[in-house]
């Protein structure tokens, strides 16, 4: 799998979990806020000019986010990251040997 697409799965990760224990959606359920951000970050993920040489988003000199969803992503980050270890060990170690 590559980079990217390993980036894919560990913001999903993040904002399951984030929707879970803040807006109480269902596990694998999100809601249309949290759909809405996970399709964001998705697309910028897709078309990252930086392609598979990529360093992760919260280091990017560019970081093609726009605003809104910058916030949005970071409140997940600061509250998932921590939390990824309890749901999902495996994904955090990944996670950590990317960086
Ligand atoms: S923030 Fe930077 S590294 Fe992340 S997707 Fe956008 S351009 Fe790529
Ligand atoms: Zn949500």
Redesign the pocket.
Known sequence: MGRIDREKKTIKLMIEIYCRKKHGHKKGELCEECSELLEYAHK??SY???GEN????SR?P????KKDMKIKVKDVMRFSGPRLIIYNPVELIKHALNK
């Not at 990529?54 to 988003?57: A, D, L, P, V």
């Not at 560019?62 to 986010?65: E, K, L, P, T, V």
């Open positions: 910028r993920l990252c000019k930086f990529k360093s992760t988003c990017c560019i970081h093609c986010y």
